[in-house]
């Protein structure tokens, strides 16, 4: 019983190590051949949005948007599979 005890202890240690060094992860992603460009840290935490001064026209709202759920989706990916 003891051994088990102390097998879970060291799961449990490796486990908060694994979620510390994700926590520290950052993934930084690009879309429309880099207008936009996103990073996201940890589970997905949006800390950086860079968008090229090309798209800030009128008119261009929707492609924008699109861009940035396009960067962040692919930030994403980079992240979960870090």
């Keep these: 019983l ?3 005890m102390q097998q879970a202890q060291a799961m449990q240690q490796k486990l908060q190590a694994a979620q ?3 926590a520290e992860t950052t993934a930084e992603r690009t879309s429309g051949g880099g207008l936009v460009t996103m990073t996201l840290k940890g589970p997905g935490e949006i800390t950086a949005v860079r968008i090229d001064d090309s798209l800030m026209v ?3 709202g929707e492609i924008l948007a699109d861009l940035i759920v396009a960067a962040h989706a692919d930030a994403k ?3 979960d599979v870090t």
Excluded: D, Q, S, V
Aim: proline letters at 8%; hydrophobic letters at 40%.
């Design 2 to 4: 003891n051994a088990l």
């Design 20 to 22: 510390a060094k994700m």
């Design 58 to 60: 009128p008119g261009e």
């Design 77 to 79: 990916r980079k992240l």
